[in-house]
């Protein structure tokens, strides 16, 4: 159960796109398509972005976008404004009913 | 709308327990999987305990043997009952609900556990 890894910082201009990395192993996020996203300001529920790789629930923007390859998943944030400046951690079920998290990262919008 | 309240946080000594409880409405509680997981003083997240709709219950390897997830479902709410807690513990502890792409769909507003002498 060892976390995935992300990058601990990323930052991009209003109106700009960022992309955070996440990876993990051939158990977890290369095994399964359940990989999901979610945005963390301090001091409140985290709030799901994307689930299942690239979907997006109701309510949630298309200026989140996801995507995977082998062992490792993306987060995109187009058009990034003020309050997009959070922490962003990733999800990934690992099989046998247990999930390992990413140890986030923060990202300052410019 | 879907609501999760965490109660029973608090500071206790190393070797101590405690029994979080968290209240569920605003959803048919007995059709979700329902989990906890913590946020540590490094800032990190770690996925905690499930207990699924099959009944079955999960750990992290942190957890197994010291933590003991229930719920119950007539009354819409999740336990964890926490002993042999160590300094490792101290966390901001979420209640949260499981979606249908075993993602984490909704969360509450998390409790704090210190655990320090």
């Known amino acids: 159960q060892s976390a995935l890894t992300q990058p601990p910082s990323a930052s991009g201009s209003l109106g700009q796109s960022v992309t955070i990395s996440c990876t993990g192993t051939s158990s977890d996020v290369g095994d399964w398509q359940y990989v999901s996203w979610y945005r963390h300001h301090k001091g409140k529920a985290p709030k799901l972005l994307l689930y299942e790789v690239n979907r997006r629930p109701s309510g949630v923007p298309d200026r989140f976008s996801g995507s995977k390859s082998a062992n490792t998943a993306s987060l995109t944030v187009s058009g990034l404004q003020g309050d997009d400046e959070a922490e962003y951690f990733c999800?990934?079920?690992?099989?046998?009913?247990?999930?390992?998290f990413g140890g986030g990262t923060k990202l300052t919008v410019l | 709308e879907v609501n999760l309240v965490e109660s029973g946080g608090g500071l206790v000594q190393p070797g101590g327990s405690l029994r979080l409880s968290c209240a569920a409405s605003?959803?048919?509680?007995?059709?979700?999987?329902m989990h906890w997981v913590r946020q540590g003083t490094g800032g990190s997240l770690e996925w905690v305990s499930t207990f699924g709709l099959s009944g079955v219950t999960t750990y992290a390897d942190s957890a197994r043997g010291r933590f003991t997830i229930s719920r119950d479902n007539a009354d819409s709410s999740l336990f964890l009952q926490m002993d042999n807690l160590g300094v490792a513990d101290s966390a901001l502890y979420y209640c949260?609900?499981?979606?249908?792409?075993?993602?984490?769909?909704?969360w509450g507003q998390g409790i704090q556990v210190t655990v320090s002498s």
């Open positions: 605003g959803f048919a509680f007995s059709d979700y999987d």
């Open positions: 999800v990934s079920y690992a099989g046998s009913n247990t999930w390992v």
């Open positions: 949260v609900r499981g979606g249908g792409g075993l993602e984490f769909d909704h």
